[in-house]
């Protein structure tokens, strides 16, 4: 665990009774245990039992697991998180989840705007049918929003592009990774993607 996380990390939760993400660092890390930071007024989403899902950047990707919360000091404002000493698997790194979707964005295009449609979207990137002939070598501004009407902002990079019909018909299916994409909106879309997964998976 002290190979993946350390002491002034810092990770994003997500209360049983909250919607989003709050974010802490790690004060303190003993075993299986991690104490955290948590402000005054978010620690109200808090109780001993609960299992909250964390998440947090490492040097190649996300760290996804789930620690019991153990401890909580209102004088202090910390938490004690403990994680079962026999699912260490959890704290494996994760591939990014990716699902099927489809949604409509928006892609700047030069001087223009040009309307998307996602077709498979993960924290790392996403696969895209566009009328616009995009290019490898450059990165595009992209805006899209999930469940809520918070947009997303970042550039999306090209890494392969095929195409499918022919003449007026003719589109450009394009997947590529996300250039610039802040913490908060990864952790949105990797929150989005467990959900939809879980929600196919239950069908």
Do not use: W
Not at 97 to 118: A, P
Not at 183 to 199: L, R, S
């Amino acid at each position: 665990m002290k190979n993946l996380i350390k002491t002034g990390q810092k990770i994003f939760m997500v209360p049983k009774d909250v919607k989003g993400s709050l974010s802490s660092n790690i004060e303190n890390i003993a075993g299986t245990t991690i104490t955290l930071n948590i402000s005054n007024a978010d620690i109200k989403y808090y109780k001993l039992g609960d299992v909250v899902e964390m998440f947090t950047i490492i040097h190649d990707g996300l760290l996804y697991f789930k620690p019991r919360i153990v401890g909580i000091d209102n004088e202090s404002n910390t938490i004690k998180a403990e994680f079962n000493k026999e699912k260490y698997e959890q704290l494996q790194r994760r591939e990014y989840t990716r699902i099927d979707i489809d949604k409509e964005f928006t892609l700047k295009y030069g001087e223009d705007s040009v309307v998307c449609k996602c077709l498979d979207l993960s924290a790392g990137g996403m696969k895209l049918e566009t009328i616009a002939n995009l290019k490898e070598s450059e990165d595009y501004p992209i805006e899209f929003s999930l469940e809520s009407k918070i947009p997303i902002e970042c550039f999306f990079k090209p890494i392969r592009i095929t195409t499918k019909g022919k003449g007026k018909t003719k589109k450009y299916i394009i997947s590529g990774r996300f250039i610039a994409l802040k913490n908060i909106d990864k952790i949105a879309i990797v929150q989005y993607c467990f959900k939809k997964q879980t929600e196919n998976t239950n069908k």
